[in-house]
């Protein structure tokens, strides 16, 4: 996964906490239309939100108040071993009161189907710092990686077009790097 891409996810979890924490309903109907699947939890890892985006990466309805540490029905390690809810990495975050990063899973679908993802489950903590549950955003792995790509592609074309005085070779880049980010978006959206 490049840097853009984690950093934009890192600027949505600390929305979405910031939101809980202040309990600011109009920030939390914002990530309704995220694109990226992201859900919340209380102190006992008990789902308490999810976007629609969820739903379409789970292949499932998670049932708020029942469904616990994740959304999805099924998780196996990257190695294909599979992962207890109460092992995943949303489970450790909140046991542990700390960001969890650096990890991927696999997530199964009940229709048998699986996506590799890159988790960011992070803590909630209340202004007095007990903890209040937790957010966490999944990014699908594939697509982050050629997200990447696709914005390295455009940086490079930026850097030509900065060292290039033909005019019309110039803007040339400049579209070329203009199509790279949008295609990279247009992957981070599914």
Request: contains cysteine.
């Amino acid at each position: 996964m490049d840097r853009l891409g984690a950093s934009e996810a890192e600027e949505v979890v600390r929305f979405a906490r910031n939101a809980i924490r202040d309990s600011a309903a109009h920030r939390l109907a914002a990530l309704d239309a995220h694109p990226f699947p992201i859900y919340t939890t209380d102190a006992e890892g008990r789902i308490t939100y999810y976007n629609r985006a969820c739903v379409n990466f789970a292949g499932r309805e998670p049932t708020t108040g029942v469904d616990r540490w994740c959304v999805s029905w099924k998780l196996f390690t990257t190695d294909g071993a599979e992962l207890p809810h109460d092992q995943c990495p949303m489970a450790l975050a909140i046991r542990q009161e700390r960001q969890m990063r650096g990890l991927e899973a696999i997530a199964e679908r009940p229709d048998g189907s699986q996506v590799h993802f890159i988790p960011f489950p992070t803590p909630i903590h209340d202004r007095s710092g007990a903890l209040v549950g937790g957010v966490n955003l999944l990014l699908n792995a594939a697509y982050a990686g050629r997200a990447g790509e696709l914005r390295t592609q455009a940086e490079r074309c930026r850097r030509l077009a900065r060292g290039i005085d033909d005019r019309q070779t110039r803007d040339r880049l400049c579209l070329m790097a203009d199509d790279y980010e949008e295609r990279a978006n247009a992957l981070m959206r599914n």
